[in-house]
């Protein structure tokens, strides 16, 4: 009986061990993933979070991988993040400006000028990021990175209906064509 009891004292303690085995390897798992998450810097016009989870799961990242990626990105994010908002913020001058009966375009101008400039150094900013990451991918996962980036760098054309306003890259009607066999 002392044999039988002492087998089962033992089991449970190896029952508990593993389960709290489990839990904490759940709790850390967890915690990694927010702070993937955590990682997001910018985001695409696909509306793709550019983060740790993105580089992991589109690009094949490995620790080593994701450890650079997340040192390159924590210099980064602050620069990007600053520049952003002070050009929202010279945009809600700009507007508070229009608003008033007697616009200053002097200090209109002077603000698109800011904003210009600012815009400018946030492209610059993501440039030197890209590179950045480029430069720890394999060559098979590079092309990949291209496809995630790219957004970032095409025209910000205006939503325009079809077959009208430029459309450089598409097949669109152009200005002012219309078929006349519809």
Not at 27 to 42: A, C, F, P, W
């Amino acid at each position: 009986m002392k044999e039988r009891n002492k087998i089962l004292i033992w089991l449970v303690v190896l029952l508990v061990i593993l389960n709290v085995t489990t839990i904490a390897t759940i709790l850390y798992h967890n915690y990694k993933e927010r702070q993937t998450e955590n990682d997001s810097v910018i985001v695409n016009s696909e509306g793709k979070m550019i983060n740790g989870r993105l580089m992991r799961s589109e690009l094949s990242f490995d620790n080593n991988q994701i450890d650079r990626f997340r040192k390159i990105n924590h210099l980064f994010r602050p620069t990007a993040m600053a520049i952003v908002f002070k050009i929202d913020s010279l945009k809600a001058i700009m507007f508070q400006e229009l608003q008033k009966q007697r616009v200053d375009t002097l200090k209109l101008n002077n603000l698109s000028d800011q904003i210009g400039n600012l815009h400018g150094k946030l492209k610059q900013e993501t440039f030197r990021f890209y590179l950045q990451i480029k430069s720890i991918c394999a060559p098979e996962q590079v092309s990949k990175l291209e496809k995630i980036f790219a957004p970032l760098f095409k025209n910000e054309g205006l939503n325009m209906p079809r077959g009208q306003g430029h459309q450089p890259f598409g097949r669109g009607r152009g200005m002012g064509f219309e078929n006349k066999n519809n």
